[in-house]
C-alpha cells in the first residue's frame, strides 16, 4: 500500500512538472495554484503575478542550437527557483516565458522580485557564453477577479517591456 501511494505521488509531481525546467507547469497553475490564489482572495490576502520572457530567445536556439537553448531555459529557470520565495510559485508557461505567483505580495513586492530576477539574470555568466536578459510585466490580482484577466494583464506589461527595448520591467 505505501509503495502504491508512493508511485501514485511521483505520478502526481510528474503530471505538475515541466520535465526540461522542473518548475512547476501549467497543469499546476490550473489545480493547486488556482486553489491557492481563491484561498487567498477569500481571506483577502493580495496576490500578484510577475510574467517573464527571455528576451531573443529564438536568436540563441537559431545560433547555438536547441540543446544550448534547453541549457539556457534549465540555467534562467534555476535563478528563479533561487530568487522565488518557497511558499510562491515559478511555473515555466511556454517556451521561453514563465510566471510566478506571488502569494500574499502587493505590486511593490512583486516589482522588488522582478527588478532582483532581471538583473541576476542580467550579469549571470551562462553556460553558452553570450549575454542573456529578460522582461518581465507585472500584475497585482483585482479583487473578483478571473486569474486569467490578472495573467492577461501581466502579460500586456510583459509585451510593453519589450516594445520598450527589452531587459525591463513594466507594471
Known sequence: MRQRRHVIQQLKKEADTDRLTTLYNRNYFDTVSML???QHEANNL???????DIDRFKAV??????NAG???LREVADILKRCVRKEDDAIR?????????LYTADIESARLLAEMIRKTIETYAFT???AVTISLGIAAKNKNEAMEDCVGRADKKLYEAKAAGRNRICW
Open 36 to 38: 491557492q490564489i481563491e
Open 46 to 52: 493580495p496576490v500578484a503575478v510577475v510574467m517573464a
Open 61 to 66: 536556439n537559431d545560433t547555438y542550437g536547441h
Open 70 to 72: 534547453d541549457v539556457l
Open 93 to 101: 508557461w511556454g517556451g521561453e516565458e514563465f510566471l510566478i505567483i
Open 128 to 130: 553558452c557564453g553570450i
